[in-house]
C-alpha cells in the first residue's frame, strides 16, 4: 500500500469529525462522527445512525449531505469515534464504506488508523480487486 504524507487541512478534517460526533453524541445512537472534503474545498460532516436492524455508517451520512449539496467529487474523507476525556480516535471505514468511497471517489484520499496511528491513502488502495458490475465491464 501506498501511503501518502497527513497534511494540516487532514488534521482539520479530523478535527471537523471529532466535532460532529462531540455535538451530537448520544449513547447507543450517535458515536462516530465523519468529515468528509469534496474536491470544491467544501466539508462535510455526519453522525452514524443506530436503529434495531441495520446501522448507516457516518461516512455515507456525511458523503449523502455532501451530494445532496450538489458535490460529486470527494477529495479525502475520515471517521471518529470518541476516546477517553474530550480525546477522538481515527477509526478504519468498514468493508461496505470502502466499497462506497471508492465508488464515489476512486482518487480519494482516505484517512484511516492502521498500527495505532493515522494513516492515508488512495480509496483504491484500500479496496483491491473491487466489485464491478458484469454490465459495466
Ligand atoms: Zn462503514
Redesign the pocket.
Known amino acids: 500500500m501506498k501511503y501518502l504524507p497527513l497534511d494540516e487541512q487532514d488534521e482539520e478534517l479530523i478535527e471537523a469529525a471529532a466535532d460532529a460526533i462531540k455535538q451530537n453524541y448520544v449513547a447507543d445512537r450517535h458515536h462516530v462522527g465523519a468529515a468528509v472534503r469534496m474536491r470544491s474545498g467544501r466539508v462535510y460532516v455526519g453522525v452514524h445512525l443506530e436503529s434495531r436492524v441495520h446501522d448507516i455508517?457516518a461516512?455515507p451520512v456525511a458523503l449523502g449531505t455532501a451530494v445532496t449539496h450538489g458535490e460529486r467529487e470527494i477529495d479525502t474523507i475520515v471517521a471518529v469515534t470518541l476516546a477517553g476525556e474530550g480525546g477522538s480516535r481515527v477509526l478504519s471505514?468498514?468493508g461496505?464504506?470502502r466499497e462506497l468511497i471508492s465508488v464515489y471517489g476512486p482518487e480519494a484520499r482516505v484517512l484511516f488508523m492502521e498500527d495505532g496511528e493515522v494513516k492515508k491513502c488512495s480509496a483504491k488502495d484500500l479496496l483491491p480487486g473491487p466489485f464491478v458490475n458484469s454490465s459495466e465491464s
Open positions: 455508517c461516512e471505514p468498514c461496505t464504506c
